[in-house]
Antibody, heavy 121, light 109 residues
């Protein structure tokens, strides 16, 4: 059974940093691209970032480019999101999502339950 | 990186069919055959319903179908059931990034 378990969310002040993690199991992690997708309270889905199976291809939404860094450790079956210079508008539930392909696309066939990030003073 | 355009809401009675549109540009929806659709019930994670414009993952009922014409993709749900009431999001590959639609709330009357 595929499982994606996010962690690392919490309350953080504007301008500070936070690192999210996603522990994957139930599939061959290094065969697939992975993504972070967020959802602000009461709002729609927003793609944040994606990374290919070997970290050779990485993409970011304009809204986080230069502030967030996605990475993965295939030996640990884990995905990460380093979030710096956090803003109030980054407040959201952050989902880890598995791609159906090795190279990052937009077909997310498994999702975690999300970890909530709240940016507030 | 503008969001794809979806109607805010659609509705239908049980047994009827509804279609949700998703309009983008030649840089996303129109430029690639990589459109997916997600269903999200309140408090739950999204679920993939359609990928690559018209393909259904295993376990998704064939009442759900997808299509695309030009810069507009569509999700059609036939034989509406009460459990289909949810939010639906389209999503498109756009080269260096991915873009979602704003979401459509489906109400089953």
């Amino acid at each position: 059974e595929v499982q994606l378990v996010e962690s690392g969310g919490g309350l953080v002040q504007p301008g500070r940093s936070l690192r999210l993690s996603c522990a994957a199991s139930g599939f061959t992690f290094d065969d697939y691209a992975m993504h972070w997708v967020r959802q602000a309270p009461g709002k729609g889905l927003e793609w944040v970032s994606g990374i290919s199976w070997n970290s050779g291809s990485i993409g970011y939404a304009d809204s986080v480019k230069g502030r967030f860094t996605i990475s993965r450790d295939n030996a640990k079956n884990s995905l990460y999101l380093q979030m710096n210079s956090l803003r109030a508008e980054d407040t959201a539930l952050y989902y880890c999502a598995k791609d159906m392909r090795a190279v990052a696309g937009q077909d997310f066939d498994y999702w975690g339950q999300g970890t909530l990030v709240t940016v507030s003073s | 990186q503008s969001a794809l355009t979806q109607p805010r809401s659609v509705s239908g009675s049980p047994g009827q069919s509804v279609t949700i549109s998703c309009t983008g540009t030649s840089s996303d929806v129109g430029g690639y055959n990589y459109v997916s659709w997600y269903q999200q019930h309140p408090g739950k994670a999204p679920k993939l319903m359609i990928y690559d414009v018209s393909k259904r993952p295993s376990g998704v009922p064939d009442r759900f179908s997808g299509s695309k014409s030009g810069n507009t993709a569509s999700l059609t749900i036939s034989g509406l059931q009460a459990e289909d009431e949810a939010d639906y999001y389209c999503c498109s590959y756009a080269g260096s990034h991915v873009v979602f639609g704003g979401g459509t709330k489906l109400t089953v009357l």
